[in-house]
Nanobody
Framework: QVQLVESGGDLVQPGGSLRLSCEAS????????TGWYRQAPGKQREFVAR???????VVADSVRGRFTISRDNGKSTVALQMNNLEPEDTAVYFC?????????WGKGTQVTVSS
């Protein structure tokens, strides 16, 4: 059974930092591309960042310079370091893994940026 389990979401003040982590099980992690998406209330899910199985990464324009994605193939984890958080970053953050024609999603972790 494939599972993606996110952790690290929290309430943080504007300008603060959080580190999200996603642990995968049930897949050969090293073969999969991984990424983070987010969904704010009343909005569609949107792309945040992606890191491929080749280690190449890309981030959305809205978070470039503030968010960094990384992965640890030995631990089957993908992380999202979020700095200088803004209220507009408030959303549920979802982990995604795709490969071999399959797409898997985690259940999400809530990030709230508010003073």
């Amino acid at each position: 059974q494939v599972q993606l389990v996110e952790s690290g979401g929290d309430l943080v003040q504007p300008g603060g930092s959080l580190r999200l982590s996603c642990e995968a099980s049930g897949i050969h992690f090293i073969l999969y591309n991984t990424g983070w998406y987010r969904q704010a209330p009343g909005k569609q899910r949107e792309f945040v960042a992606r890191i491929g199985n080749d280690g190449m990464s890309v981030v959305a324009d809205s978070v470039r310079g503030r968010f960094t994605i990384s992965r640890d193939n030995g631990k089957s984890t993908v992380a999202l370091q979020m700095n200088n958080l803004e209220p507009e970053d408030t959303a549920v953050y979802f982990c995604r893994a795709d490969g071999n024609g399959y797409i898997y999603w985690g259940k999400g972790t809530q990030v709230t940026v508010s003073s």
